[in-house]
């Protein structure tokens, strides 16, 4: 053998071997590319199922926003209502309520103060009385 072949068989012994050192991290990238494949299929078998019903509950909690909108809508309805009730009530009732409150305040006010006047007429009367009698028994005696 020359020189020149054992060169050629050292170089296709060095490539043999770099192909088998390459093999080995192919092959298993390949088995994790499989292992991937196959968890990639049943994460999308299970999550069909679930994005279904994900779906119906949407569905269902539409239809009940539809409902809740009716009632908020009816409940304005009730609330302006009650307001132009309120603001009639106030036109035709309040302002003579509240003249009626204010002369039934002044007549309670007054009839006090009659009382208390009264009494204290009273009062400064049998004071008076007292004092006389106090006089006419110094007088007396």
């Known amino acids: 053998m020359s020189a020149g072949e054992i060169a050629g068989l050292i170089a296709a012994i060095a490539v043999v071997l770099l192909v088998v050192l390459l093999a080995v991290p192919l092959l298993k ?3 994790t590319l499989d292992e991937t494949t196959l968890t990639i299929r049943q994460v999308r078998e299970q999550s069909q ?7 119906t509950t949407v569905t269902h909690v539409n239809a009940n926003l539809e409902r809740v909108d009716d009632i908020t809508g009816n409940a304005a309805n009730v609330s302006s209502n009650v307001a132009a009730l309120t603001s009639v009530f106030a036109a035709t009732l309040g302002s003579p309520l509240i003249k009626v409150a204010a002369f039934s305040y002044g007549v309670r006010t007054a009839a006090k103060k009659k009382r208390e006047g009264a009494a204290l007429a009273t009062a400064q009367r049998s004071a008076k009385d007292e004092r ?3 006089r006419e028994s110094r007088r007396a005696a």
């Not at 199922?49 to 779906?55: K, R």
């Open 132 to 134: 006389r009698a106090r």
């Open 49 to 55: 199922p679930i994005l279904s019903q994900a779906s």
């Open 29 to 31: 990238l390949g088995r």
